[in-house]
């Protein structure tokens, strides 16, 4: 009996440390592809340099939703995210073409129903990026998506889940462009599909535009000439709440800001993709040289 009566005692102790325990460590995630490993590190390591204290990481915790479903729950304080992403997948909103338009949006929203906050942009914009292999857009004068949409019985289309099922990825491709597809669309993971670009099984794919892949390699970026896809500038989204008892976070965090362009990203994606290094080491390297 009496250790039936110390049991409630003890579970009470554990869950009151553990309660204690996510009140005071940081824990920062991200989504499952190179560029959020990357940037999921970058925040990590400067947070531990700036506030002297080690930083959980749940890193690679799959897409959007989930993501989003994580930071709401509490299980991550923070993670980096894409305006246009949280405008069309969270708010469930129509795109739009403006970016300050869409970051005001996408902040107020948070804010209100989902007690978070968008920091400033880290200053690069991944937009979905479609893209050929060069010598077809070099053999058929191709340089944007409308002259793709002229191409006839010719498409064979490589995409990735999130692409195919979120309104702003497929749907609005379809829905602009109306590109004629030799076949279905082949959902493929993102890893896969440069490398069936290359070997001809696919003649177009759904990519990113800051895809370390793409840097050096003989592709053609279409230009979304008819703005079908809206505005992805990355930014962190913080819990309020982590804000309000973590002292110097947000200062922190704001020097990230504007320090990351297209190109910056792209080579450290092109670090982990095409060199093979671990995106722990590329974070660090990449906070070294902007001296952070």
Same mark, same amino acid.
């Given at each position: 009996?009496?250790?039936?009566?110390?049991?409630?005692?003890?579970?009470?102790? %554990?869950?009151?440390?553990?309660?204690?325990?996510?009140? +005071?460590?940081?824990?920062?995630?991200?989504?499952?592809?190179?560029?959020?490993?990357?940037?999921?590190?970058?925040?990590?390591?400067?947070?531990?340099?700036?506030?002297?204290?080690?930083?959980? &990481?749940?890193?690679?915790?799959?897409? +959007?939703?989930?993501?989003?479903?994580?930071?709401?729950?509490?299980?991550?304080?923070? #993670?980096?995210? #894409? +305006?246009?992403?949280?405008? +069309?997948?969270?708010?469930?909103?129509?795109?739009?073409?403006?970016?300050?338009?869409?970051?005001?949006?996408?902040?107020?929203?948070?804010?209100?129903?989902?007690?978070?906050?968008?920091?400033?942009?880290?200053?690069?914009?991944?937009?979905?990026?479609?893209?050929? &292999?060069?010598?077809?857009?070099? &053999?058929?004068?191709?340089?944007?998506?409308?002259?793709? %949409?002229?191409?006839?019985?010719?498409?064979?289309?490589?995409?990735?889940?999130?692409?195919?099922?979120?309104?702003?990825?497929?749907?609005?491709?379809?829905?602009? #462009?109306?590109?004629?597809?030799?076949?279905?669309?082949?959902?493929?993971?993102?890893?896969?599909?440069?490398?069936?670009?290359?070997?001809?099984?696919?003649?177009?794919?759904?990519?990113?535009?800051?895809?370390?892949?793409?840097?050096?390699?003989?592709?053609?970026? /279409?230009?979304?000439?008819?703005?079908?896809?809206?505005? #992805?500038?990355?930014?962190?989204?913080?819990?309020?709440?982590?804000?309000?008892?973590?002292?110097?976070? &947000?200062?922190? /965090?704001?020097?990230?800001?504007?320090?990351?362009?297209?190109?910056?990203?792209?080579?450290?994606?092109?670090?982990?993709?095409?060199?093979?290094?671990?995106?722990?080491?590329?974070?660090?390297?990449?906070?070294?040289?902007?001296?952070?």
């Amino acid at each position: 009996m009496a250790g039936a009566k110390l049991l409630p005692v003890l579970i009470g102790a %554990g869950l009151l440390l553990a309660s204690c325990q996510r009140a +005071t460590g940081l824990r920062v995630g991200s989504k499952n592809f190179t560029e959020q490993l990357v940037l999921g590190e970058i925040i990590a390591q400067h947070l531990e340099h700036r506030l002297g204290q080690p930083v959980e &990481r749940r890193l690679n915790l799959g897409g +959007t939703l989930l993501a989003h479903q994580a930071l709401q729950a509490g299980e991550i304080d923070l #993670y980096p995210e #894409y +305006t246009g992403t949280a405008l +069309t997948s969270v708010l469930k909103a129509p795109a739009v073409s403006d970016a300050a338009m869409v970051l005001d949006q996408v902040r107020q929203f948070y804010r209100a129903q989902a007690q978070a906050e968008w920091l400033d942009p880290l200053g690069f914009n991944n937009s979905f990026a479609m893209v050929v &292999r060069g010598e077809d857009a070099r &053999r058929l004068h191709l340089a944007t998506l409308t002259e793709a %949409g002229a191409v006839k019985d010719f498409w064979q289309l490589g995409v990735g889940f999130e692409f195919q099922t979120r309104p702003d990825g497929l749907p609005a491709l379809a829905k602009i #462009y109306h590109l004629e597809l030799k076949t279905a669309p082949r959902p493929m993971d993102l890893g896969l599909m440069f490398q069936a670009l290359m070997q001809k099984s696919v003649n177009m794919i759904a990519a990113n535009s800051t895809d370390g892949l793409l840097a050096g390699a003989d592709v053609a970026i /279409l230009k979304d000439d008819q703005a079908a896809f809206p505005p #992805y500038q990355a930014a962190i989204v913080v819990r309020q709440d982590r804000l309000a008892a973590t002292p110097k976070l &947000r200062e922190a /965090l704001n020097e990230l800001s504007g320090k990351i362009d297209d190109a910056a990203m792209r080579q450290m994606n092109a670090e982990v993709d095409v060199k093979k290094r671990s995106p722990r080491e590329v974070a660090a390297e990449w906070l070294r040289s902007a001296g952070l």
